[in-house]
C-alpha cells in the first residue's frame, strides 16, 4: 500500500444550483476556518453545524472531506440540538438536511449539486490522477466506477472515490462489492490535501 498521498487541489468548486448567497458565505468562511485551524473530522463538523444556517447530508462529505458523517453526525447529536428534515438530492436521491435552528420550513426540499475539481495526486509510487479521471469519463455508476478502478489494480482511497467517483460512503460500496463476489482488501494510508491543509490515516482498497 501507498505510504503516503498528496492531493494538491487546484480548483475545487461545490455548488447549489439555487444557494442563497448567505449559505455560500458562511461554507466559505467554514472552509477557511478549518484550513486556517487545520481542524480534525469533528472540529470541521461542529464549525459547520453552528456557522451555517443548514447542511445536507450530500454536501458534507464533499465540503468538508468527511469520510463518515452519517456517524459524525450521530456523535454530534450528544453535543448539539440537531434537527433534520428529508429531503431529495439532484432529482432522485434521499437524504437530510441538519440544522441547529428550530424551524426548518424554510429549507428547500430539493437540492441540485455540482462538483467541479483539478487535483494533482502524488505519492511515493508516482500515481497520479490520470487512470481514475479516465475511468470516471469512460464509466457514469460510481459504484461501477470503483469496480473498474480495483479491477484495474488501482489502490483507491476513501478520497480517490469522493473526488473522482463522486462516491460518498466508500465503505457501503466496498460491502456491496464484496457480497457480489469480488475479493477487497482494506488496509489504512496517511493522505494530505490542502483544501483541509490535515495529515490523517484513511481506509484505502484494493482487489486481493
Given amino acids: 500500500m501507498a505510504e503516503r498521498i498528496d492531493y494538491q487541489i487546484e480548483k475545487y468548486s461545490f455548488t447549489e444550483l439555487n444557494e442563497p448567497a448567505q449559505i455560500t458565505q458562511q461554507w466559505a468562511e467554514v472552509t477557511e476556518q478549518c484550513r486556517e485551524a487545520h481542524a480534525g473530522v469533528e472540529a470541521r463538523l461542529r464549525l459547520a453545524l ?12 464533499f465540503r468538508l472531506l468527511l469520510i463518515r458523517a452519517p456517524q459524525l453526525i450521530a456523535s454530534a447529536r450528544d453535543e448539539m440540538p440537531v434537527r433534520q428534515k428529508n429531503v431529495i438530492f439532484n432529482g432522485k436521491r434521499f437524504g437530510c438536511v441538519y440544522s441547529l435552528n428550530t424551524e426548518l420550513s424554510a429549507i428547500p426540499d430539493e437540492f441540485q449539486y455540482r462538483l467541479s ?59 456491496r462489492l464484496r457480497k457480489s463476489g469480488m475479493r477487497i482488501a482494506t488496509a489504512e494510508t496517511e493522505v494530505f490535501d490542502t483544501l483541509t491543509g490535515t495529515l490523517r490515516r484513511v481506509p484505502v482498497y484494493r482487489a486481493g
Fill in 50 to 61: 453552528q456557522n451555517v444556517d443548514y447542511v445536507t447530508s450530500f454536501e458534507l462529505p
Fill in 117 to 175: 475539481t483539478r487535483i494533482r495526486r502524488v505519492d511515493a509510487a508516482g500515481n497520479s490522477a490520470a487512470p481514475f479521471q479516465q475511468i470516471a469519463k469512460e464509466t457514469k455508476a460510481p459504484r461501477d466506477r470503483l469496480r473498474t478502478a480495483l479491477e484495474n489494480g488501482l489502490q483507491v482511497t476513501v478520497l480517490d472515490g469522493m473526488f473522482w467517483f463522486g462516491i460518498q460512503r466508500m465503505a457501503a460500496d466496498i460491502q
